[in-house]
């Protein structure tokens, strides 16, 4: 016959059980993996953008040689009509060799624009990828701990039953546990400006050495 005591032991277990399940949609654990998902779209959508960054660079580029190629045909016009006396001409060329220096020196200003842009975003792209690898990391710690907090649970449910309750504080404790874990995070992922300009020197060194 089931005493008072060993059905009050089942109910605490139970309502233990309900607890824990409640819990999981605040999960800290649950939490970073709705975060990472998110950021991991972010991360995508973001290398889409430095990709188009760098289209655009190369866009204005081939802009930029048109109008160099054309400035200088329209300048060796320019002489010639000048030289033969075609006041016409010479005045045309003339304004085309004007629009066609604006041109060249705006592109220029564009496209060094563009490659300052195109470096801070590649930088800034690379650490979101860098904090996406983290946030895996710390998911897959919180989820050993998490883990192996639950056995010990449904280990002590088999051999120490008595201790059920007795362990509801501990649980309220693992949950402080885990969910101070989760606010550290987005923590120490930082990397310092000088550490990534050594980086980028580093690797614009290589490149150079390569071509050389």
Same mark, same amino acid.
């Given at each position: 016959m089931t005493t008072l005591w060993d059905r009050f032991k089942f109910a605490v277990a139970t309502d233990v059980d309900k607890v824990l399940v409640k819990r999981e949609e605040k999960n800290p654990i649950a939490l970073l993996n709705q975060y990472i998902t998110e950021a991991e779209k972010q991360t995508e959508a973001t290398g889409k953008w430095v990709e188009r960054q760098a289209q655009l660079t190369t866009k204005l580029e081939k802009e930029l040689a048109e109008a160099t190629k054309m400035l $200088?045909?329209?300048?060796?016009?320019?002489?010639?009509?000048?030289?033969?006396?075609?006041?016409?001409?010479?005045?045309?060329? $003339?304004?085309e060799v004007a629009a066609y220096s604006n041109r060249v020196a705006e592109l220029k200003m564009s496209i060094s624009e563009n490659q300052t842009e195109l470096i801070d975003l590649e930088h800034r792209y690379e650490e979101m990828k860098h904090k996406v690898k983290d946030m895996k990391v710390k998911q897959l710690q919180l989820m050993g701990k998490e883990n192996a907090t639950r056995a010990h649970y449904q280990m002590d449910k088999v051999l120490s039953p008595e201790l059920v309750a007795e362990r509801i504080g501990s649980y309220d404790d693992m949950a402080s546990y885990i969910k101070s874990l989760g606010s550290k995070v987005e923590e120490d992922y930082e990397r310092s400006a000088m550490e990534r300009r050594l980086e980028a020197l580093e690797k614009n060194s290589a490149n150079k050495s390569e071509i050389g």
């Open positions: $200088e045909k329209r300048s060796n016009q320019f002489d010639l009509a000048n030289t033969a006396g075609e006041s016409d001409l010479t005045a045309f060329a $003339e304004m």
